[in-house]
Structures are given as structure tokens and as C-alpha cells.
């Protein structure tokens, strides 16, 4: 076997897609159907990476609508060269943490408290919760390598684009996937 | 992982480190001992098979999250439909309008006073124009800020001199004056002895 960098552990990595480089322009250049065909492919994403870091399903709802429709008033300023997903998450990521204002990082709900008090499904959170990996690695490592490991494995996201979306250096990023990837191998038995 | 000594878990880690920070490139030289160490330890071999087992099921797991609602995405076109397109407008000073009419009409000022002036020569004048016009045209350059100057100045000097306080304080001293000399010479008595008392004395 080779030898590997983290960066190339993964398979597939996420480099811009053409045809979605062709929306972001059109998007760009002003046609609005191709912003709502956007909306259509990413919106699970943000939902989920949004998710991810608040645990609440309805503040991860609003917080993704927030977020496509910052996105839509800030077109001008979309590099379509650059993966748009990355663009999103970047706003998604300024999106919740003004709306959690004050808080260093995300702010995480305890389950059952959330469950209690907000969502009526609170059978379903609960399973969420349970037996998978994810909450294992939320446990086990702090929020900030949490959100940064979930943008490059489940995202896809480059180091580049996970530096610029969460404002650490590339050489942060890599040294906290690598940290992170120890330390889940350690601590899971695999 | 747990038989290996202690040294040579560190050269694990360091070798890792290497290929983390720089990659397995074969341009790197002397670091390719890293990439030497990783390709033949088995500790390492094994880190990278679980590091890849780990991505792999995370990836799966992370599919398997529940989904954002089926109607979240036309739920955020609609919303988009309904907000008007570019509805952000930037913020301007509450007073911009009038500070933006101020800079029209100090530039519309400024450009009467230059237009005023006499014109220096073009270039394609200078072509056809005699020495005598060019002295000319320079010295209607130079005096132009000259003679802003000189008609600015007087005024600005007024300002400086016109001070209604001092003015305010130096009539109410007047008239403090004014009223105290109007009592001094009818109510106060005369020290001095009078003409008729020193003829009546005499006499």
C-alpha cells in the first residue's frame, strides 16, 4: 500500500462540477431559475450540516431558508469558478452562528431538552441519537473538529474551502481532520 | 499497535505527520523518509486501512441522518418568489441626501469659479500659439488658486474678527458704565469744596 495523506484517504473529493458551475453563473447573470435549481440540489445539504451543529430541527430549517436567501442578495459576489456548495455553507455557517449570537461556537441542545420542549416528534430525535457514528464523534471530539471533520467527509468540502468557511489556516484544517481521525480510530473499535 | 516501543510509536507519528502536512509527493526530497516509513510499517499500514474503514462508515452514517423535509426546498423558492430580488439597499447615513446636495453645490461653486477663470491653452492650441500666449496661459494657471485664495481670505479674516460674545459682553459693560457715571454725578456728593462756600468763608 502507498502511502497516504489524510487528504487523499478519501475517495472522492469534491472538485466544482460543471454543470453546476453553469447554474452559479446563470445564477450570477441574473436568471432565477437557475438560483431555484440550486436550492433544489442543496438545500438537504445545508439543512443537514446545519443540523448537525444545532440538533434542532426547526432552527435548522429557518436557519437554511435564511441562509439561500442571504445567498440569493449576495450573487454578485459567487466565484462560479469555486464549488457553490462551499459559498453556501460558508453563509450558512455566519447564517447560525449571528443567530446563536455570543456564543464561541455552536451551541448544541441536549436532545431530550429539545425534544421536550419544541419538536412534537421527539420519538424520531431520539432515534437519530442512537447508534450512530456521528454522535459517537460528537462526543468524543470538541465542536469545532466535529464541524470540521463533517465538511470534509460528509461535504466533500477541500481543505481550501473548509479553511475559508470556518476561517482557520489550510494547515489548521488538515492538522485537526488528522487529529480527529486519530483519535475516532482509537477511541471506536473499527 | 500496543506491542510497538514507545520510540518507534513516535516516529509513527511523526512520520504520519510529514505525509499529513506535505503529502506522500516524491518532489519533497529529504522527507521521503516519511512516505519510506509509512509504505513499510505495519502500524502505519494498519492506521491508514482503519482511517479509510472510518471515512467510509462515516459516510454512510452521515446519508442516513434524517432528511430536511421533503417540501423545505420549494418552501425556500417560494419564500424567494415572494422577497423581491436584490432586496438588499445599503445602508446610507440618515443625512446623505443633504450632505450628497452640500458636495453637488460646493463642486458646482468650485467649477463657476474655475470656468470663470481664463482658460489655459489646450493642446492643440499650443500648436498655433505664440510665446506671449503661453506666458499667458501659465500665468492664469498659477493665479487662478491665487485668486481663490484672495477672495475666500477677507472673509474667513471677517469671521475670525466677528465675535458676537465679545461684542454681547462689551455693550453690557458699556452700559454698566454708562449707569454708574450717571450715578456718580447725580447722586454721589461732591468731595471737592464748592466756588460759594469758599467766597462765603473768605468773606
Avoid at chain 1, 453553469?22 to 435549481?37: I, M, Q, T, V, Y
Avoid at chain 1, 469555486?82 to 447564517?95: C, D, G, H, S
Avoid at chain 1, 449571528?98 to 431520539?126: C, M, Y
Avoid at chain 1, 482557520?168 to 487529529?179: A, D, M, P, Y
Wanted: proline share 5%; hydrophobic share 40%; glycine share 4%.
Amino acid at each position: 500500500m502507498s502511502p497516504q495523506s489524510d487528504d487523499s484517504l478519501l475517495a472522492a473529493t469534491n472538485p466544482a462540477d460543471p454543470a453546476e458551475n453553469g447554474l452559479a453563473r446563470a445564477a450570477k447573470s441574473g436568471d432565477p431559475r437557475a438560483f431555484e435549481d440550486l436550492v433544489r440540489l442543496h438545500s438537504s445539504r445545508v439543512y443537514n450540516y446545519i443540523y448537525q451543529m444545532t440538533r434542532h430541527r426547526q432552527d435548522a430549517e429557518d436557519l437554511a431558508q435564511q441562509t439561500f436567501l442571504k445567498a440569493f442578495q449576495a450573487l454578485a459576489r459567487l466565484d462560479p469558478d469555486r464549488p457553490f456548495i462551499a459559498w453556501l455553507l460558508t453563509i450558512a455557517r455566519r447564517t447560525a452562528l449571528n443567530h446563536f449570537r455570543g456564543a464561541k461556537s455552536w451551541v448544541e441542545f441536549p436532545i431530550d431538552a429539545v425534544s421536550r420542549e419544541v419538536s412534537p416528534d421527539r420519538d424520531t430525535e431520539r432515534q437519530d441519537a442512537i447508534e450512530n457514528l456521528w454522535d459517537r464523534a460528537r462526543a468524543a471530539l470538541s465542536p469545532r473538529d466535529f464541524e470540521v471533520l463533517w465538511l470534509r467527509i460528509s461535504e466533500d468540502l477541500e481543505m481550501k474551502d473548509i479553511a475559508q468557511a470556518t476561517g482557520l489556516t489550510e494547515t489548521h484544517v488538515k492538522v485537526i481532520i488528522h487529529r480527529a481521525r486519530q483519535q475516532l480510530i482509537n477511541s471506536m473499535p473499527l | 499497535m500496543n506491542g510497538l516501543s514507545s520510540t518507534s510509536r513516535f516516529s509513527c507519528r511523526v512520520a504520519r505527520g510529514w505525509v499529513m502536512l506535505f503529502g506522500s509527493s516524491q518532489r519533497l526530497g529529504r522527507l521521503r523518509w516519511a512516505s519510506r516509513h509509512v509504505e513499510q510499517c505495519e502500524s502505519c499500514q494498519k492506521f491508514y486501512a482503519s482511517g479509510k474503514k472510518l471515512d467510509a462508515l462515516l459516510k454512510a452514517d452521515a446519508r442516513a441522518f434524517p432528511a430536511a423535509r421533503v417540501d423545505l426546498a420549494e418552501e425556500i423558492i417560494r419564500s424567494l418568489r415572494s422577497s423581491p430580488p436584490r432586496a438588499r439597499v445599503e445602508k446610507r447615513p440618515r443625512f446623505a441626501w443633504f450632505i450628497s446636495i452640500g458636495a453637488v453645490g460646493i463642486a458646482a461653486a468650485l467649477t463657476l469659479v474655475i470656468a470663470g477663470q481664463k482658460k489655459p491653452l489646450v493642446q492643440h492650441e499650443l500648436a498655433s500659439a505664440t510665446p506671449e500666449d503661453v506666458h499667458q496661459s501659465l500665468l492664469a494657471a498659477q493665479t487662478a488658486s491665487q485668486k481663490w485664495w484672495a477672495s475666500v481670505k477677507p472673509s474667513a479674516v471677517a469671521l475670525t474678527e466677528h465675535d458676537p460674545l465679545n461684542e454681547e459682553l462689551n455693550s453690557v459693560v458699556e452700559d454698566a458704565r454708562s449707569a454708574a457715571i450717571f450715578l456718580e454725578r447725580n447722586f454721589v456728593p461732591d468731595s471737592k469744596p464748592s466756588t460759594q462756600d469758599s467766597t462765603r468763608r473768605e468773606g
